[in-house]
């Protein structure tokens, strides 16, 4: 597991002078969220109780339950339509699953506070949304629909059944990663890896009790950074979590916790 941080605002704290301490500004998080195949109201408050005992955070959510008889892979969301959503925050976590929403001018809004400088964390099925095109083939930079992935950095199309994942290092140590202890989560999903765009991988994950014997073999990255656009943005994303079992791990919260500080460069 990850050394606990539920300490980061000591930490900030003492990184100044002790006549003159004050307390941090707190992080003023976004969480979007909804759609599909996910417990998102119960996911919002575990994030955003996870996010406030680890850091000074001020968490905001826009969201979106589907109503009987709509289509939960394409959410209406408030984002779409609307590129100044995040005007004010520090960084947005995306949680949405909005696998069937294809539309350009959807996804010109979701990226512009991206494009803009405003970081990001990126969690599970949001590395599955805004697809379009023929998305189950590697796309590559430039691609028309290419353009969720390369803002998620690893361009991802399924998974196989759910069983525990067992994790490790990716290469060397990232900072999001330090003090992790290697383990294997309860029973989830790993998502493949098609195309990468210049990411810096922090996890990998293998499931070596899957009931497809193909599978027991593959290493995917399951945690990466890396940078975005124009602004060179941070980025943060992780595949994890599909159940909220494994959403409530405090392992797992750590690293998002770790991965949003990162992002904001207060690590």
């Known amino acids: 597991m990850l050394k ?3 300490g980061a605002a000591a930490l900030f704290f003492s990184t100044l002078p002790a006549a003159h301490a004050e307390a941090p500004r707190p992080v003023k998080v976004l969480i979007v969220s909804g759609g599909c ?11 955003e109780r ?4 680890r850091m000074p955070a001020e968490v905001s959510h826009v969201y979106h339950d589907p109503r009987p008889g709509e289509k939960a892979t394409r959410p209406a969301l408030p984002i779409y339509g609307n590129p100044g959503y995040a005007d004010g925050y520090d960084v947005v976590i995306h949680n949405e699953c909005a696998a069937d929403e294809d539309s350009a001018q959807a996804l010109d809004a979701v990226l512009a506070p991206h ?7 990126n969690l599970h099925c949001a ?18 629909n290419a353009r969720w992935f390369e803002f998620t950095g690893i361009q991802s199309s399924g998974h196989g059944p759910q069983s525990p994942i067992r994790l490790s290092l990716a290469g060397e140590e990232h900072p999001i990663a330090k003090g992790f202890v290697p383990y294997t ?3 989830d999903e790993l998502y493949n890896n098609l195309s990468s765009f210049g990411v810096t991988p922090v996890l990998s994950g293998t499931q070596p009790e899957s009931s497809i014997e193909a599978d027991r073999a593959k290493v995917y990255t399951v945690a990466w950074t890396h ?11 992780t595949t994890l979590a599909h159940n ?4 409530e791990d405090p392992r797992y919260l750590d690293l998002v916790a770790r991965g949003v500080l990162w992002a904001v460069g207060r690590l």
Do not use: N
């Not at 996870?50 to 005992?53: T, V």
């Not at 909220?244 to 959403?247: K, P, T």
């Open 50 to 53: 996870a996010l406030k005992e």
């Open 185 to 187: 989560t309860g029973r």
């Open 127 to 144: 590395m599955h949304s805004y697809r379009s095109g023929d998305w189950r083939r590697p796309v590559k930079a430039g691609d028309a």
């Open 4 to 6: 606990p941080i539920a």
């Open 37 to 47: 195949c996910h417990d998102y109201p119960r996911q919002r408050a575990v994030l």
């Open 115 to 121: 494009r803009k400088g405003i970081p990001a964390v």
């Open 244 to 247: 909220a079992a494994e959403m």
């Open 227 to 237: 940078l975005y656009g124009p602004q060179r943005v941070r980025v943060f994303s």
